[in-house]
């Protein structure tokens, strides 16, 4: 069965502690591993797409990277306004988008 | 106004009353989303549009009906619905099916009493 399982549930960081959130991903025939940032009160702001092992997407102080069974957001030198709800999803063969239930991020300046 | 535009933002509502959410989407795409969003939950697909055609009914109660009138409008028309069905709703376009950079709208808080 496909499946997507973040870690943390919630990470809290001081203001500059750099840190990575985790995807694993369960999938038959990777077609694509997505990330994106939801805030409170608004909906999900897309982020990276991945398609392949190795491969890796940088914004900002934001950094994705991808193996055969997880990807990692690194994040470098974070600030508040970092603070959010990160959401990764993975869609395989069948075309269908699997969504984790999301890692919570909060910065304390 | 660009973007992906949905109303109300907030919506209470009793288990016998008929209500709808509204989706509006600026960006020229063909294929639009519902999206029910549960606290600690993954987001779960409730329908698929593609082309003002519906393309997925993930198992969806009957009390939720979709209205695709254009590309550029979708509707979630609710009645009768549960305390359950509490939520945030969203929609979300994308430039076709099958491309999931997906642009969400802020959604609609919808709390059944």
């Known amino acids: 069965e496909d499946q997507v399982t973040q870690s943390p549930e919630a990470l809290r960081l001081q203001e500059g502690e750099s840190s990575s959130l985790n995807c694993s991903y369960t999938v038959s025939g990777l077609r694509g591993l997505f990330w994106y940032r939801q805030d409170p009160g608004k909906g999900p702001e897309f982020l990276f797409t991945?398609?392949?092992?190795?491969e890796e997407k940088e914004k900002e102080r934001l950094k994705a990277t991808l193996t055969k069974k997880e990807s990692f957001l690194h994040i470098t030198a974070p600030k508040p306004e970092d603070s959010a709800t990160y959401l990764c999803?993975?869609?395989?063969?069948?075309?269908?988008?699997?969504w984790g239930a999301g890692t919570k991020l909060i910065i304390k300046p | 106004e660009t973007g992906v535009t949905q109303t109300p933002r907030h919506l209470v509502m009793g288990m016998t009353n008929k209500k709808s959410l509204k989706c509006e989407q600026h960006l020229g795409h063909n294929a639009m989303y519902w999206y029910k969003q549960s606290a600690k939950k993954p987001l779960e697909l409730m329908f698929v549009y593609s082309l003002e055609e519906r393309v997925e009914n993930n198992s969806v109660p009957s009390r939720f009906s979709p209205e695709c009138p254009n590309s550029s409008h979708l509707f979630l028309h609710l009645h009768t619905l549960q305390p359950e069905d509490s939520a945030l709703y969203l929609c979300?376009?994308?430039?076709?099916?099958?491309?999931?950079?997906?642009?969400f709208g802020s959604g609609t808080r919808l709390t059944v009493v």
């Open positions: 991945l398609y392949s092992a190795g």
């Open positions: 999803a993975v869609t395989g063969s069948n075309y269908q988008l699997i």
């Open positions: 979300a376009s994308s430039q076709e099916r099958g491309w999931y950079g997906y642009t």
